[in-house]
């Protein structure tokens, strides 16, 4: 069964700095395995996933985000 989780992430350095970083933050975060939802802010510097913690984990992500190029807390 299925194990939903919503987390937030901060990404520091202000490195979301537009529309643009946000859609390849939903982009690339959103065809990972597991993840149900995304939406990053580039105004609070937010980052929040819908995932299926039993796929992907909160980890994995924020290694995407840093692959990215996007620091996170």
């Not at 990404?11 to 946000?22: F, M, N, R, W």
């Not at 690339?28 to 995932?51: D, F, I, S, Y």
Request: glycine share 6%; proline share 0%; net charge positive.
């Amino acid at each position: 069964m299925a194990r939903i989780e919503t987390s937030q992430i901060q990404v520091l350095d202000k490195a979301i700095h537009c529309s643009g970083c946000e859609a390849r933050i939903h982009n690339v975060l959103g065809k990972m395995a597991g993840v149900v939802k995304v939406r990053a802010h580039h105004k609070t510097q937010l980052v929040n996933v819908t995932m299926d913690s039993d796929r992907v984990s909160l980890q994995q992500i924020k290694e995407t985000l840093g692959d990215l190029g996007y620091k996170t807390a």
